[in-house]
């Protein structure tokens, strides 16, 4: 089993037109969703099993994000409970016009691991997905 407490790029994206509001920059709830999916990655560094996000603790849009930036979610597991690992997120993007790299959000949340049933399990348990190869 991969555990990690050191940072890694979770997710790399490059930001569309799709994603910006009418001033031209990316709407935070674009960037809150990555940071869901990257936190799910980081979680499942530490077990694989289902795992829900329980919360977002907090969340700092420090800098706006430009369409065609590359947007690195990097993140890191910063603790680990029983069923639940907390995990730090910083956002970074490579602007498009510069190549410049500036951190433009940071966030923390908490995912928890569960079984088929949705019921919180210990995440360093046997995973409860069948092993059958698929
Ligand atoms: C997350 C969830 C499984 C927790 O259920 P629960 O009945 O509170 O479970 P437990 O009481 O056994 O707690 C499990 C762990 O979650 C943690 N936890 C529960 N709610 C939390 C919250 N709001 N914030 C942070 N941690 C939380 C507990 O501290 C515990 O951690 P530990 O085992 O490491 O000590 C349940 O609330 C859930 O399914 N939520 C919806 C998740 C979801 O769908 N997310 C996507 C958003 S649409």
Redesign the pocket.
């Known amino acids: 089993m991969i555990r990690t407490m050191e940072k890694t790029t979770a997710l790399s994206v490059i930001m569309m037109p799709r994603d910006a509001n009418v001033l031209g920059t990316i709407f935070g709830g674009i960037i809150l969703s990555y940071i ?1 999916q990257a936190g799910f990655v980081e979680a499942r560094r530490n077990g694989i099993h289902r795992w ?4 977002m ?1 907090k969340v700092d849009f420090e800098k706006p994000v430009y369409v065609g930036d590359v947007v690195r979610f990097i993140t890191k597991t910063a603790k ?7 995990i730090e997120v910083v956002v970074e993007a490579e602007r498009f016009n510069s190549g410049n790299r500036v951190v433009v959000t940071t966030a923390t949340l ?1 995912m ?1 691991s ?1 079984d088929e049933h ?3 399990i ?2 360093d348990s046997p995973s409860t997905f069948q092993q059958d190869e698929i």
């Open positions: 869901d829900v996000t329980a919360s603790d680990t409970g029983r069923t639940s690992v907390g908490t928890v569960v949705g019921k919180s210990p995440f």
